[in-house]
């Protein structure tokens, strides 16, 4: 039975993907909304709006000839699961008189649904609405379905036949007691529960009855996807309020406190959004992920203002991207206000824990306390990880690592030198008595660089295969930029950059950017072609090939990297619309 619940969805997910993955096409008609099928009382939902574009997707990132050079691929492709899949795919065109690039314009050309309904008894009910155009095609297309899936059981001599009922005078089928299924004119509906394929019924005759198009809820989310969305998500947020599981993230003081420091803008938005929208559209020649609340700065916790600037000032600073960068970000974070609301923040034993905490952080800060470290730190933040063209020395380490830096924008960057000095130069004293240095001390267009070097001895060198090489730890301060670099390459490149930006503008009223990011996979690409004797190796023993093989496959692999362009994210806040996007950008 369970073996047959498993070919019977297989076979429907087969179906569904195998009509997904043909060339674009016009639709002929607007076919009605499957979301008027789905309950008012669902929680969570998924849509599909343009299965052909997503079909072309599939195509181009499935049909690069490349990927036959991998031979996880082609045992993928050879695999007896791939060949009755192409077999059931072939058995339908034929028995439907259309290729499937068709059958994906008619038997979906609506739309795709997928409905869930949270609730602590087991299982959750779920719809899925596959919302045709032609009510013959998906009269046959099931009937179809449901003799494979009788031939296919007869042939692993499992009996265990749909069974036909009746509800309110529409044929219903049910295999088993969890896939249950109906046709409601063009829209094939299954559920797991039949309670639920009978609420699609009455739904579907009932048509003047509250659906999921109705819900209020669903109302303040949908202005959120954009119109241009190839697929988007709905998710009803009150069942993760009142969860008790849940509901501790979102409370102050709060025992999951690092959530509110790193997360802070977006557990708030999601405590006061009734809903949250996710969704995939085209943009800029590329594809971009969106995840957005109804929710922004009004009525926003004063805790938040850690992670939002106060009206008018500016938001996070534009990206450094030196050459060779590999990932680049920048970000609003205030860490002082976290100290000054800590009673806020912290339940009563960990406000003591971290209070006796900072009274004793004076001896290894050199004199000055934790919390007020803080206050010097400033607002704007800027993470750059870079390829290392010339690490400097004259030993070349086995295990290459690429550099990495942090600039900041501290409020007085006189105060935050004077203060981070003692400590800095405390902490490679003590190094220095377990690991040979030497100072550098260098001025670099007008900019003085402090930092050090690990001598080149057989010590060091035996130190992890000579990882210390890859680094020379630096520091320094230019304009009212303070840098922290793991490389003294990559201060240089820093300083560079920094002399040529131009001032930051200040954020205007309707909202303003708190994070941004990028990848570039051409600079990751660089990076792993300089590892690339540890990848041959590493895919020789893990994939079992040849030394020749293995040198072929991360060819291409590290080919294909160089060719997906850039990945870029950012996160806005407004004041009534938190946004966060992922970029995929060619």
């Excluded at 400033?378 to 063209?389: K, L, M, N, P, S």
Aim: glycine share 8%; with cysteine; hydrophobic share 40%.
């Amino acid at each position: 039975m369970i073996r047959s619940r498993i070919l019977v969805a297989a076979m429907v997910a087969a179906i569904f993907w195998s009509a997904a993955v043909g060339p674009s096409a016009a639709r002929a008609a607007s076919p009605p909304d499957p979301l008027r099928l789905v309950s008012p009382a669902a929680d969570f939902v998924v849509k599909i709006e343009k299965p052909r574009a997503i079909a072309d997707l599939v195509v181009l990132l499935t049909g690069k000839p490349e990927l036959e050079g991998f031979r996880g691929y082609r045992d993928y492709i050879g695999s007896t699961n791939y060949q009755l899949f192409r077999q059931l795919v072939a058995h339908f065109e034929h028995k439907l008189g259309h290729s499937w690039p068709e059958l994906l314009d008619q038997m979906a050309g609506g739309g795709i649904v997928l409905a869930v309904k949270f609730q602590s008894k087991q299982p959750a009910p779920v719809l899925l609405v596959l919302q045709g155009t032609d009510p013959t095609l998906t009269e046959r297309f099931f009937r179809n379905l449901r003799e494979a899936v009788a031939e296919e059981q007869a042939r692993q001599g499992v009996i265990e036949e749909y069974k036909s009922e009746s509800y309110r005078g529409i044929e219903t089928f049910h295999v088993g007691e969890n896939l249950y299924a109906a046709t409601l004119d063009a829209a094939l509906v299954y559920s797991n529960m039949p309670e639920a394929l009978h609420t699609a019924i009455d739904q579907h005759l009932d048509p003047a009855k509250p659906s999921l198009l109705n819900d209020k809820t669903l109302g303040e989310g949908q202005p959120l996807v954009p119109d241009n969305s190839l697929a988007w998500a709905w998710l009803r947020l009150e069942y993760a309020h009142q969860s008790p599981e849940v509901k501790t993230v979102f409370e102050l003081p709060s025992t999951f406190f690092p959530s509110h420091v790193f997360f802070g803008g977006l557990v708030d938005v999601m405590r006061r959004s009734p809903c949250l929208v996710a969704s995939v559209h085209s943009e800029s020649g590329g594809l971009a992920l969106s995840l957005c609340m109804p929710r922004g700065t009004n009525g926003m916790h004063d805790l938040v203002r850690a992670h939002v600037p106060p009206p008018g000032q500016p938001g996070a600073l534009p990206l450094l991207s030196p050459e060779g960068t590999l990932f680049s970000s920048s970000f609003y974070l205030d860490p002082a206000e976290f100290w000054k609301q800590r009673a806020v923040l912290l339940p009563g034993e960990l406000l003591k824990q971290f209070e006796a905490g900072d009274k004793q952080s004076e001896l290894p800060l050199q004199g000055i306390r934790f919390s007020q470290l803080l206050e010097f730190v400033g607002t704007r933040h800027r993470i750059v990880v870079a390829r290392q063209d010339n690490s400097g020395y004259s030993f070349s380490s086995d295990t290459h690592y690429p550099a990495f830096a942090w600039v900041l924008e501290p409020r007085s960057p006189e105060a935050f030198e004077k203060a981070i000095d003692k400590p800095l130069t405390g902490a490679a004293f003590l190094a220095g008595l377990q690991i040979p240095l030497t100072a550098i001390d260098e001025t670099y267009h007008g900019v003085r660089i402090s930092g050090y070097r690990f001598v080149e001895n057989d010590a060091n060198k035996a130190r992890n295969n000579g990882v210390l090489f890859n680094y020379s730890p630096c520091r320094a301060r230019s304009g009212n930029q303070y840098i922290v670099s793991s490389t003294l390459g990559l201060m240089h490149k820093l300083i560079d950059a920094l002399q040529k930006e131009s001032p930051a503008t200040p954020a205007s009223s309707n909202g303003v950017t708190t994070l941004q990011s990028r990848l570039v996979w051409g600079g990751v690409s660089d990076y792993l072609g300089g590892i690339k004797k540890q990848l041959i190796t590493q895919n020789m023993l893990e994939q079992g090939n040849s030394p020749e093989g293995a040198a072929k496959e991360v060819s291409l692999f590290l080919n294909l990297i160089d060719q997906l362009g850039k990945v870029e994210s950012s996160t806005r806040i407004e004041p009534n619309r938190y946004e966060f996007n992922v970029r995929f950008v060619p």
